[in-house]
Nanobody, 125 residues
């Protein structure tokens, strides 16, 4: 089945930049839509960005519009999230997610059935 492995997280200063990556394996039919989610201790996992693999269409949470960019490589085996102008509020564990069924909201965690282990991003003031 689909396996997702995140990397690239770490500590950064506010206004800095960071790129996290997700290596994906398994049939592309199970990865028609992919997304990045963020979760902090005691808080709900929330959608940050999503991409429809076949079309390249992207969706962003209002809080990251203009600062974050989601993208895939040509082979669709790696998902990226370029994070610029980082804020302390961006701190959390970033999870890569995938689904073969593209119904439901693209930034809703219940819409996805495959998840990576997460990579920690800490933005300091």
């Amino acid at each position: 089945q689909v396996q997702l492995v995140e990397s690239g997280g770490g500590p950064v200063e506010a206004v800095g930049s960071l790129r996290v990556s997700c290596a994906a394996s398994g049939t592309s039919y199970s990865r028609k839509r992919m997304g990045w989610f963020r979760q902090s201790p005691g808080k709900e996992r929330v959608g940050v960005a999503a991409i429809y693999s076949g079309e390249g269409r992207t969706v962003y949470a209002d809080s990251v519009k203009g600062r974050f960019t989601i993208a895939q490589d040509n082979a669709k085996t790696t998902l990226f999230l370029q994070m610029n102008s980082l804020k302390p509020e961006d701190t959390g564990t970033y999870y890569c997610a995938a689904t073969g069924v593209i119904g439901g909201g693209p930034l809703t965690k219940e819409s996805y059935n495959y998840w990576g282990q997460g990579t920690q991003v800490t933005v300091s003031s």
